[in-house]
């Protein structure tokens, strides 16, 4: 099992930047697929930027460019660096971990979530 704690989620202005961080309760360099999602109000959960225990990464187009994950295995962390920010960025900001069993469905974990909001 794997506890996700996101931080890092403030009010911005647009074309500011944020760091969010996720730090998983266990070793993660098993771990498959770790990634941020976020959902808008009235909206549903979107993907927003993946990386693989490769460092194979996979992201929304809305984000390119903008946005960028990364993962350190040694301090069980994933961060979201994004910059030049938004008003439509504005969601909360959830870390998912994918974790794969041979012969069986993937688990799937997911944070609490942190609130990017993002002013005009």
């Known amino acids: 099992q794997v506890q996700l704690v996101e931080s890092g989620g403030a009010l911005v202005q647009a074309g500011g930047s944020l760091r969010l961080s996720c730090a998983a309760s266990r070793n993660i360099f098993s771990i498959n697929v770790m990634g941020w999602y976020r959902q808008a109000p009235t909206k549903g959960r979107d993907m927003v930027e993946t990386?693989?225990?490769?460092?194979?990464?996979t992201y929304a187009d809305s984000v390119k460019g903008r946005f960028t994950i990364s993962r350190d295995n040694a301090k069980n962390m994933v961060y979201l660096e994004m910059n030049s920010l938004q008003p439509e960025d504005t969601a909360v900001y959830y870390c998912?971990?994918?974790?794969?069993?041979?012969?069986?469905?993937?688990?799937?974990?997911w944070g609490q979530g942190t609130q990017v909001t993002v002013s005009s």
């Open positions: 998912n971990a994918v974790v794969t069993r041979p012969g069986l469905f993937p688990l799937d974990y």
């Open positions: 990386i693989t225990s490769g460092g194979t990464t």
